[in-house]
Each structure stands twice: as C-alpha cells, then as structure tokens.
C-alpha cells in the first residue's frame, strides 16, 4: 500500500506509520521523489517535491532523516518507461533541404552507433526516402553525425534546471 503525501508532510507521514527515518531519493518527470518505506507492513509513503535532489536531502537531514538514491515502489517500477532509462540517439545528416536533416530515436538499452544509422536507414527505406540505395551507399552520401546521449546525462542536463 502507497500512502501518496505533499513534501511539506512526507516525514510526519513517515514518522506516523512506519518505524523508519531512511528515503529513497529520485529524478521523476523533472522533480524529486521521495519515498521511504517499512516492508514488514508492505507500506510506502510516496511524495514528489519541486526542489532538486540536494536540496531535498538537506531538508529531510534536518527532520531527523538519512537518504540515498533510489525508490521503493510497487507492482512495476515508475521509471521504467521515463528518461531516467531511455537512451536517446539523434542523427545530423546531410539531406536534399538547404538544412541538414535530423532523426530522434530512443532505446531502453545502450545502443551502437551502427544499430542507430541501421534504424534510421530502415525508417527512410519504408517511407521511400532512400529508393533502393545500399546501407553503404546512404551512410556515404547522408554523412551521418550520430550522438547517443545515456539516462546519466539526461539527468545531469535536467539537474541545473528550475523544475517549478
């Protein structure tokens, strides 16, 4: 059972119902989640706060509370389908536009780079925007600039940001 709480009663809440002064700390949908639990009693106190993870930390210390990284949750975990798992690759190629083109694509694994441009290329191959040039032939005339960017740098861009 998940008691759901504001910030500003997350360890009053804690303090009421479980016999812990431990939270989990984690990135969620731009904003810190705060959850602490007492397994015994399959019970969780669940809060989203608007500060960052340090400062979050630096609040709960001084109720009493220690922290890490982390989250304790039920059934499927919440982050399993957000940033804080997705790989994302982008691809600047030259294209028949006076801009170079642009391709997004997101992977729950750590792709290759090959793995990428063979996406992209099997992408332009259905909409019939390569015809029937070879995988070889479109990489050589898209000069493809391919980036894949990890949930840690994800996290590390969204950190300094004001997330009200």
């Excluded at 812990?20 to 969620?28: E, F, G, I, K, N």
């Excluded at 109720?63 to 304790?72: H, R, V």
Aim: aromatic share 10%.
């Amino acid at each position: 059972m998940t008691l759901q709480v504001d910030f500003d009663q997350f360890a009053d809440a804690v303090q009421r119902h479980t016999k812990t002064t431990h939270a989990y700390l984690s990135r969620h949908e731009g904003r810190t989640l705060v959850t602490a639990a007492d397994p015994a009693i399959n019970f969780i106190v669940a809060s989203i706060a608007k500060q960052d993870i340090d400062e979050v930390e630096s609040l709960l210390k001084k109720a009493g509370f220690t922290s890490s990284k982390g989250a304790w949750h039920e059934g499927h975990d919440i982050h399993a389908n957000g940033s804080d798992s997705a790989f994302i690759a982008a691809v600047a190629y030259v294209s028949g536009d006076e801009m170079p083109g642009v391709w997004v694509d997101a992977y729950s694994e750590l792709p290759t780079q090959a793995m990428v441009l063979k996406a992209l290329y099997d992408e332009f191959r259905q909409t019939g925007e390569v015809g029937e040039s070879s995988f070889e032939e479109f990489v050589r005339q898209a000069n493809p600039n391919v980036v894949i960017v990890s949930p840690n740098e994800i996290e590390s861009f969204l950190e300094p940001k004001d997330c009200d």
